[in-house]
């Protein structure tokens, strides 16, 4: 065989395999480098333009509105311990005071919950001053200061080109200066899909769409074998040629449900002997297993535990306590850093309207995420006890300082006089001055000075 007729017969071979592709496109040799599948599978609509479905979304599954609540929740659990050199402790406890009267934690909260919800959310300042101007924080000093919490959707950019950030907004008919909102913003999309959305982040359902739609699907097919997990058959002689009749339609529908009220309320079904019953009953094996696993899937797009979500615990040899950390490793990483910049901004206007200036040492503390068994708090309150008392035994701190930082930490809530730096001996002086010694038993004034031994009188 020649080689032209050679090179004739392997392109005649592959031409009628269907092999010429491959021949000029390598990529085309595999699935799996093939980026058509890659664009097939991608949509190109963004579930964060539809505030609608969202919203009704949120307001009817339970499972989605603890996706979205509870790592807020979590971020702010057991408060935010405010701290500063500069005030005073009264001064201190009004603001703590001032907060919590006027729910700033909750709008603050609620404005987080929006922005993940539909990628953008806003804390308003409420004053008396003109809400289309720029806000004095210096005349601030003792009026009205309140917070409204709001989302991307109800607090409109008045100039959409600009970008949010650089824009005034439209809040049910009225101007609000940018000087005013402090902004929440979802999820940063690239830059292609930033255009669309206006400056405003992505919202948290964008990147669960998919185990989302499955779950969803999983639970209508299994409310439709419900319904049809017992199905009667009827069969009916000559019901073609019944059913050619003008009222054959009424006479079968009539038949049948004769047979349906008779199975209903009697144990014996009268029919025709050439008519035929039969019942058939489907199996939904596999079902729950199926349900599990997309359980588990939309959790871990949420990155959050399952138990978080459905609130199932962990089975086989896993405890949760892997689960449980990278949920709050995502709460460190993603929520506080977000709710601490709005943190700061109402708090610097607190002070504002309580003291009349910034606290520039003023510091927010988060409670630590991780809750501790009884046993495991006892035992750290015990090394702090002793690392504290450590440390007055080598007189690097007064016995009053160490009482003052257990009171603080709640390991002693009694008021004891040495925290006050006050002595048994300077005690019972001060009693004895007031005129109140016979308050004072002789066993107890022996005891203080010497030293906590009854010794007897000479």
Request: aromatic share 8%.
């Amino acid at each position: 065989m020649s080689k032209k007729q050679k090179r004739i017969l392997e392109n005649s071979l592959t031409e009628a395999l269907g092999l010429e592709q491959y021949a000029y496109n390598p990529a085309a040799n595999s699935a799996l480098v093939n980026p058509a599948n890659l664009g097939y599978n991608i949509s190109y609509n963004l579930l964060t333009l539809y505030p609608y479905p969202l919203s009704y979304a949120y307001k009817q599954y339970g499972f989605l509105q603890t996706a979205i609540d509870q790592p807020i929740e979590d971020a702010f659990r057991g408060g935010v311990e405010l701290e500063s050199e500069t005030l005073e402790a009264d001064e201190l406890e009004l603001l703590k005071q001032t907060m919590e009267d006027h729910n700033d934690w909750e709008n603050i909260k609620e404005a987080q919950r929006w922005a993940r919800l539909f990628g953008g959310g806003l804390l308003i300042a409420n004053t008396s001053q003109e809400t289309n101007k720029p806000l004095n924080k210096k005349a601030l000093y003792g009026e009205k200061l309140d917070f409204i919490p709001s989302d991307r959707w109800e607090s409109i950019m008045s100039d959409p080109e600009a970008g949010v950030l650089y824009s005034n907004f439209m809040f049910h008919g009225k101007t609000i200066d940018k000087s005013r909102v402090c902004l929440a913003i979802g999820k940063k999309a690239p830059y292609y899909v930033r255009l669309r959305l206006q400056g405003w982040g992505l919202s948290f359902f964008e990147q669960t769409l998919p185990p989302l739609v499955q779950y969803l699907k999983s639970q209508n097919v299994m409310l439709e074998l419900l319904d049809e997990n017992k199905i009667d058959v009827l069969k009916i002689n000559q019901l073609s040629s019944i059913l050619m009749q003008n009222d054959g339609t009424q006479k079968i529908k009539k038949r049948v449900d004769v047979a349906a009220q008779n199975k209903n309320y009697k144990s014996m079904l009268v029919m025709d002997k050439e008519d035929d019953y039969v019942q058939k009953q489907l199996s939904v094996a596999g079902m729950a297993e199926l349900s599990k696993e997309i359980r588990v899937m939309v959790a871990a797009y949420l990155r959050q535990p399952v138990s978080k979500i459905w609130g199932t615990g962990s089975s086989g040899f896993s405890s949760g306590e892997d689960d449980l950390e990278n949920y709050n490793a995502m709460i460190e990483s993603e929520i506080r850093p977000q709710c601490l910049k709005m943190i700061k901004w109402v708090v610097d206007l607190r002070c504002h309207q309580l003291f009349g200036r910034k606290v520039p040492d003023l510091t927010s503390k988060w409670q630590p995420l991780r809750v501790l068994t009884g046993l495991e708090e006892q035992e750290k309150e015990d090394k702090i006890f002793n690392n504290i008392f450590g440390m007055v035994d080598r007189q690097l701190m007064l016995p009053s300082e160490a009482m003052e930082y257990l009171k603080r930490k709640d390991i002693i809530t009694m008021e004891t006089r040495a925290l006050k730096g006050e002595t048994d001996e300077d005690y019972l002086n001060r009693v004895e001055l007031a005129g109140g010694a016979n308050e004072v038993s002789e066993t107890d004034k022996r005891k203080s000075r010497s030293g906590g031994v009854d010794k007897p009188k000479d």
